[in-house]
T-cell receptor, first 114, second 116 residues
Framework: NAGVTQTPKFQVLKTGQSMTLQCAQD?????MYWYRQDPGMGLRLIYY???????DKGEVPNGYNVSRLNKREFSLRLESAAPSQTSVYFC?????????????FGDGTRLSIL | AQSVAQPEDQVNVAEGNPLTVKCTYS??????LFWYVQYPNRGLQFLLK??????LVKGSYGFEAEFNKSQTSFHLKKPSALVSDSALYFC??????????????FGQGTTLQVKP
């Protein structure tokens, strides 16, 4: 009963390096989301995928790309990391066409960019 | 613009006392409202939601929330706080401009500190 699994849990990068954050869910959900959490700012949506094969920008997409690899997996890529991208990143999933249903979250990836 | 506000960065309460964590929202149409809790180094966990119906909704761990349409509020409550309730609490509202995608807009979070 894993739910939403994120890897890695922690990562330190140097400015300019690239990295992919992985997310997988085993609840057969169609919709998946990537958020970043910064102190005092709540969670801000980076990208989301309403269903397999589709992705859309959220509130703060600049500097990020995503891939919906299949129904289970949704990855987030930083092509050239910047210190401003130091944050905690959360992946979430929910049922499609069920806006009344809650999102389920992974435990996050803590990313530090030097 | 749609938004969620949690006016208190931190709420302090003694164990056994009632607690309230405040949330107000601004959204077009009927709001779908959620409360989540986050423990240290963990993801958000769903507590409860209001979609329609009774204004008082009950959720996990003894929490409840009251929907007030006229005041556009959705305050989280618990009759008797536990030290283990100490955590970060987020209010969220469905982005009504997103169709049925389930996108959420989150408040900035309120830290609840329950002292023995």
């Amino acid at each position: 009963n894993a739910g939403v699994t994120q890897t890695p849990k922690f990562q330190v990068l140097k400015t300019g390096q690239s990295m992919t954050l992985q997310c997988a869910q085993d609840m057969n959900h169609n919709s998946m989301y990537w958020y970043r959490q910064d102190p005092g700012m709540g969670l801000r949506l980076i990208y989301y995928s309403a269903s397999e094969g589709t992705t859309d920008k959220g509130e703060v997409p600049n500097g990020y790309n995503v891939s919906r690899l299949n129904k289970r997996e949704f990855s987030l890529r930083l092509e050239s990391a910047a210190p401003s991208q130091t944050s905690v990143y959360f992946c979430a999933s929910s049922e499609i066409d069920r806006a009344s249903q809650p999102q389920h979250f992974g435990d996050g990836t803590r990313l530090s960019i030097l | 613009a749609q938004s969620v506000a949690q006016p208190e960065d931190q709420v302090n309460v003694a164990e056994g006392n009632p607690l309230t964590v405040k949330c107000t929202y601004s959204v077009s149409g009927n709001p779908y409202l959620f409360w989540y809790v986050q423990y240290p180094n963990r993801g958000l966990q769903f507590l409860l939601k209001y979609i329609t119906g009774d204004n008082l909704v009950k959720g996990s761990y003894g929490f409840e929330a009251e929907f007030n349409k006229s005041q556009t509020s959705f305050h989280l409550k618990k009759p008797s706080a536990l030290v283990s309730d100490s955590a970060l609490y987020f209010c969220a509202v469905r982005d009504s401009g997103s169709g049925n995608t389930g996108k959420l807009i989150f408040g900035q979070g309120t830290t609840l500190q329950v002292k023995p």
